[in-house]
C-alpha cells in the first residue's frame, strides 16, 4: 500500500499544479499532504510503522478536494465581474490593529499573573523554566480556572495575527512593522506559559491572512524575487528555533539531555501525526460509528452540551516507532490524528469523501468569486477559514474550537470596516 500511497500523492500534486491557481486552496490541500506523504514516509519508513492505507487515503482525499474545486468553480463561471469600489481606510485598519494587538497583550499578562509570574521571573532564566514546567503541569494535570475576560481576550490571540497579515500587503513603510509585531503576544506564551499551539496557530493565521489579502487586493505582492525568497527561509528558520526553544524551556531544565529530548520531542510533533492516522485507520476504519459532525464542530457541540471535548480531543495513545523487544520511551507515542480522523468518525469513509468533496467545492465557488468580486468580505473569509483549516488539518479540525471559529466571524467585521463603500 506504501507504493499505492506515493504514486498517488505524485499524482494528485501534478494535477494540483496543472489545473489550480496559486490562490486556490486546492493546490495548498494538495501540495500540504502530497508533500508531507512523499517526504515523512521516506525519510521515516525504518523508524515508524507504516502500513500505507492510512497514507493512501490521506492522498485520494487531496484528488477528491481537486475535483471539487473544479466542480465548484463550473458553479460559479456565469459571475459577472464587478470592479472593486471599497476603498483602503490606512488609519482606522492601524488602530482596530492595535486595539486588537492590546486585548492579545492583555490575555497575555493575565495568563503570566494566573500562573504566578512576577515581573522579574521574565529576565531570570531559573524562574522561567521552573514557571513553564508548573504551566505545562497546570493545564493538564490541573487546569486553572478560566475567567470571563480571559475567554473574550483569547479570540485577539488569533484575530490579531490574522487581521495583521491581511494588512500586510495594504500598508506602506513603517506601518508594515506594526503587523509582525501582532505575532509576539503567541510568541511570548509559547516561551513562559508553555502554549506551542498558540504560536503556531498565530503563524499559520498571519500566513493566511498575507495570502487571501494578496488574492483580493495586491496580486503584486507575492512575486518572489531572491531577496524574498531569503527573508521566507530566514524566518522559517527562526520560527522553528523559536519553537525548539519553547519546548526546551517547557521540560524545565537547560541541559544538553533537554535539549537531546526535545530534538526526539519535535520529530514526533512535526511528522507523528502521519503514521499515528496510517495506524489508526488500518485499526478502526471498519468499526465506525458516524457521529455525524459532532466531533468535527466539537467547537459548536460542546458549548451547546452535545458533546464533551477533553482536553487533547483525543485520549488515546499509539506508539510509533517499529518495536524490537525494546521498551519504547514515552517520547515516541502521540494522540494527534490529523483532522482526518474526526472526519472519519463523524462521517465514515464514504460520508468523509462527500464531506471534502463538498469542502472543495466551497473552497473553489469562493476563490472564483473573490477573483471576481475582490471586495466580497464574506468569501474572503470563507477562503481564509478553508485555508486555515488546511494548515491545521495535520493537527486536527479549527472547527473544534470556539475561539478559531469566534476568529473568523470577527475577522469578517474588520474586514467590513476596513475599507469606505
Not at 299 to 323: C, H, M, W
Request: charged share 15%; hydrophobic share 50%; with cysteine.
Amino acid at each position: 500500500m506504501m507504493a499505492t500511497a506515493y504514486i498517488v500523492s505524485v499524482l494528485g500534486l501534478v494535477l494540483a499544479w496543472k489545473m489550480h491557481d496559486r490562490y486556490d486552496p486546492a493546490r495548498y490541500f494538495a501540495g500540504f499532504w502530497g508533500l508531507q506523504i512523499l517526504l515523512i514516509a521516506t525519510l521515516f519508513y525504518t523508524t515508524f510503522a507504516f502500513n500505507g492505507r492510512g497514507l493512501t487515503y490521506i492522498a485520494g482525499m487531496g484528488l477528491v478536494f481537486s475535483a471539487g474545486s473544479v466542480l465548484g468553480r463550473g458553479m460559479g463561471k456565469n459571475l459577472t465581474e464587478k470592479a472593486s469600489r471599497g476603498v483602503f481606510r490606512p488609519t482606522l485598519a492601524l488602530r482596530m490593529l492595535q486595539f486588537s494587538l492590546l486585548m492579545a497583550v492583555l490575555n497575555l499578562v493575565e495568563g503570566l499573573w494566573v500562573n504566578g509570574y512576577a515581573f522579574g521571573d521574565l529576565f531570570s532564566g531559573e524562574a522561567l523554566l521552573r514557571l513553564n514546567d508548573a504551566a505545562s503541569d497546570n493545564r493538564y494535570l490541573s487546569p486553572l480556572p478560566v475567567s470571563l475576560w480571559s475567554r473574550i481576550t483569547l479570540v485577539f490571540l488569533y484575530v490579531t495575527p490574522l487581521y495583521g497579515g491581511y494588512l500586510l500587503p495594504l500598508l506602506e513603510g513603517k506601518k508594515r512593522i506594526w503587523t509582525v509585531v501582532t505575532v509576539l503576544p503567541s510568541l511570548l506564551m509559547a516561551l513562559t506559559l508553555s502554549v506551542k499551539s498558540t504560536f503556531i496557530t498565530s503563524v499559520a493565521l498571519y500566513g493566511v491572512g498575507v495570502l487571501v489579502s494578496a488574492y483580493a487586493n495586491n496580486r503584486d505582492f507575492l512575486k518572489v524575487g531572491k531577496a524574498t525568497l531569503l527573508k521566507w527561509i530566514a524566518g522559517g528558520m527562526l520560527f522553528l528555533g523559536l519553537l525548539f526553544l519553547s519546548m526546551v524551556l517547557r521540560t524545565g531544565q537547560f541541559d544538553r539531555a533537554s535539549v537531546r529530548q526535545t530534538e526526539q520531542k519535535i520529530v514526533i510533533y512535526a511528522c507523528g501525526h502521519l503514521p499515528a492516522f496510517d495506524a489508526w485507520f488500518q485499526d478502526h476504519v471498519g468499526h465506525l460509528k458516524p457521529s455525524w459532525g459532532v466531533k468535527t464542530f466539537y467547537g459548536l457541540s460542546n458549548p451547546l452540551g452535545l458533546a464533551k471535548r477533553e482536553q487533547g480531543v483525543f485520549t488515546d495513545y499509539v506508539i510509533l516507532v517499529k518495536q524490537q523487544g525494546k521498551p519504547v520511551p514515552h517520547l515516541m507515542d502521540t494522540n494527534v490524528y490529523t483532522i482526518f480522523r474526526f472526519l472519519l468518525e463523524d462521517f465514515g469513509l464514504l460520508g468523509s469523501a462527500v464531506f471534502i468533496l463538498l469542502a472543495g467545492m466551497l473552497a473553489g465557488y469562493s476563490w472564483l468569486q473573490v477573483k471576481k468580486r475582490p471586495d466580497n468580505p464574506l468569501f474572503q473569509v470563507v477562503l481564509m477559514a478553508i485555508l486555515f483549516t488546511i494548515a491545521w488539518s495535520f493537527v486536527g479540525s479549527v472547527w473544534a474550537y470556539t475561539s478559531y471559529m469566534l476568529t473568523m466571524v470577527l475577522m469578517l467585521g474588520l474586514l467590513k470596516l476596513t475599507f469606505a463603500r
